[in-house]
């Protein structure tokens, strides 16, 4: 890394979109800077960087702007090439890509929809979301990260989203979500994850997140 490169990042404390992305910063080793979003409150230079999304993280590399968590992952791993995140293997790339997008598009959906119903409806969602999750147990048996033995692009998505960020949810709702005996591989998973600095680094405080996710959602279910 060049001694003038600038490296700045728009985030959110609370959000795995923002959190994957310092994960990924601190793997490679890169400095930069961190800037604290309001997106009640958007700031004028979140604005003139993502003018059409207008939505955390942006990553700003030497002035060019990068938007989207899973592109700035990316781009990360394309222009420092040291410490890859994304698996060397063009299949096990694609797989990876297809299951962050599970957990982005489908397992996040399902999981905060979960969030905006009363007991007697959320119990439908909680069970499309333990489905949906046992793709990944399935993904990880035999493993201590999904890429194997050092964690990855995989990690740090499903990481951010699920284990350190619904899960967080449930609990403050009650709701004992994804447990050791029909997931010990994903709980495994958990565990090991919590051994890595870098990622140990990036994890909102749990209490503190907890009620930031409870408020979310009353605001969710009040709406």
């Given at each position: 890394?060049?001694?003038?490169?600038?490296?700045k990042l728009l985030g959110i404390w609370a959000s795995?979109?923002?959190?994957?992305?310092?994960?990924?910063?601190?793997?490679?080793g890169v400095p930069y800077e961190y800037l604290e979003e309001d997106l009640e409150n958007k700031s004028s230079l979140l604005l003139a960087l993502s003018p059409i999304h207008k939505k955390i993280p942006v990553l700003v590399h030497n002035g060019k702007t990068i938007i989207e968590s899973h592109v700035i992952l990316e781009y990360i791993d394309e222009t420092w090439k040291h410490n890859p995140i994304l698996p060397q293997d063009p299949f096990q790339r694609s797989k990876a890509r297809v299951l962050a997008k599970l957990v982005d598009e489908q397992i996040?959906?399902?999981?905060?929809?979960?969030?905006?119903k009363t007991e007697k409806g959320r119990e439908?969602?909680?069970?499309?979301t333990r489905e949906l999750i046992k793709c990944l147990e399935k993904e990880l048996a035999g493993k201590d990260y999904f890429g194997g033995k050092t964690v990855g692009f995989l990690d740090f998505v499903a990481g951010s989203m699920i284990p350190f960020c619904l899960e967080?949810?449930?609990?403050?709702?009650?709701v004992e979500m994804i447990t050791e005996k029909k997931f010990p591989e994903y709980n495994k998973w958990v565990k090991k994850l919590k051994e890595v600095e870098i990622v140990v680094d990036c994890i909102p405080p749990r209490e503190?997140?907890?009620i930031h996710m409870n408020n979310m959602a009353e605001r969710i279910r009040s709406a």
């Open positions: 890394m060049g001694k003038n490169e600038e490296v795995p979109f923002s959190r994957r992305i310092e994960m990924a910063l601190k793997l490679k996040a959906n399902v999981g905060f929809a979960s969030l905006a439908v969602l909680i069970e499309q967080r949810a449930w609990e403050g709702m009650g503190k997140h907890i």
